[in-house]
């Protein structure tokens, strides 16, 4: 499911009306011990944007890393500039040749909301593109950075 705005989806929601990122892939040939240190590696290193990531729990054994973050982008209400921060979660699990990433508990602070990304309100024009902004960071800065440092030919 995904949360719409119009007739476009934008946001992927679980069965709860939460927003959820979810990610499963398969990296041929890489063995748990390299996908977990390629995903240290990649806390370690943050992510490219205006914000904040760090690590939890980590767990060796199970090949599991949770952490929590945040990033910052502008927006608009009317004319009128508008600071927007989103918070979040991230967990990571890695096995043989794959690999799994859940983005949750996406939640907003503005100057006049704070909660969870799913229940903003506001004038239209804002939470459409602050829905648009939070899709583009999400599935561009953290999935796809995550995504190539995943990678086996690294």
């Known amino acids: 499911m995904t949360i719409r705005y119009g007739k476009k989806h934008i946001l992927p929601i679980d069965e709860n009306g ?20 390629r995903s240290r590696k990649w806390f370690a290193n943050g992510y490219d944007w205006d914000g904040k990531l760090q690590l939890s729990g980590i767990d ?7 952490s929590k973050g945040w990033f910052k982008f502008g927006s608009t209400i009317y004319i009128f500039p508008v600071s927007v921060t989103v918070s979040h979660c991230m967990s990571v699990k890695v096995k043989e040749d794959q690999y799994q990433v859940e983005i949750t508990n996406l939640s907003l602070k503005t100057p006049f909301y704070k909660g969870p990304i799913e229940s903003v309100h506001g004038p239209s024009g ?23 440092a995943m990678k086996i030919d690294n």
């Open 18 to 37: 939460h927003a959820i990122y979810q990610v499963v892939e398969q990296v041929p040939g890489a063995s748990a011990a390299q996908l977990y240190q």
């Open 60 to 66: 060796s054994l199970t090949g599991e890393l949770t």
């Open 126 to 148: 804002f939470v459409h593109d602050t829905f648009i902004q939070t899709d583009t960071i999400v599935q561009v800065i953290l999935l796809e950075s995550f995504r190539k």
